[in-house]
DNA sequence: GAGAATTATTTGATAATCAAACTAAGATGT
DNA sequence: ACATCTTAGTTTGATTATCAAATAATTCTC
């Protein structure tokens, strides 16, 4: 139990610094891509959700859309049922940000299971598949 | 590998939401957390290398050690082959706090895979320590 | 419909970060 | 040896990220 978690944590680290060395290539800060990162996959949603899930509060999160959309990455939209939120969402030039990242973890990802065979990879799969239930 | 990628990320956010949560309650912002995991996993070290890992500048941390000192959970000691660099390590009140946040991990682990049967967990093992390898 | 809860913004304060300048010490090349 | 180049850590000044609390608008609940 004990090497896996030191299997896991390193795994974590790596990914970290990885992620940390790829946004400073696009000069965006990490916040930021990691907001159109949530925004890309889970589509528009509300700014409560978006901080929720970006772990920061909705005071924090109204400056930094506010950035986000003044450069062009993110619009505003109305909610349709309820008058006090509003959707957040990419704007072409954000789609295309995203899109970019998302090449990149795909190239990371087969670049680190270069040496795995099928039946691993189908296992990996179902592990993280239940890991990812349990947290 | 678009599947396996997305879950990936998923484990990825997962852990960070976690640790995010475990931190707060412990007090230290999650930078201080984390300069304690380092120190703790590895040992002492330089300056230099403990920003290396920790993906920030000397200058920056030089801030924060000050900080951790201050607060009696880390210690600085002079290097013995080279005058320029310092060690920064643990106090006692540190490994104990680092002692604490890793059973915290330790316990997690043992909650996410407790749905994987023996064979998965060697697999899974296999596989985090090959993935570690290629970053 | 009155009171409670939720959503987003604003504000004021603090913490984290960087780049650049600086000091001290080691490494290198001739 | 010694001048130069590199490396380690600190300091400084500016910027950015963050939070908690106050506020305003809207929705929910009873």
Chains 1, 2 share one sequence.
């Not at 390193?10 to 990691?34: I, M, N, P, R």
């Not at 400056?63 to 349709?80: M, S």
Request: aromatic fraction near 4%; hydrophobic fraction near 35%; proline fraction near 1%.
């Amino acid at each position: 139990m004990h090497s896996l978690n030191n299997l896991i944590i390193e795994f974590y680290d790596k990914l970290s610094s990885w992620e940390q060395s790829v946004v400073k290539d696009t000069g965006y800060s990490l916040a930021q891509v990691h907001t159109i990162e949530v925004l890309g996959s889970h589509g528009p949603m509300r700014m409560k959700e978006l901080a929720d899930r970006l772990g920061i509060t909705t005071g924090t999160l109204t400056v930094q859309i506010e950035k986000l959309v003044n450069l062009g990455l993110v619009n505003r939209a109305a909610h349709e049922d309820d008058r006090r939120s509003i959707l957040v969402g990419l704007t072409s030039e954000g789609t295309k940000l995203h899109a970019h990242h998302n090449r990149m973890h795909i190239e990371l990802t087969k670049d680190i299971t270069r040496n795995l065979d099928q039946h691993s990879i189908d296992v990996l799969k179902t592990c993280f598949e239940k890991m990812n239930r349990e947290f």
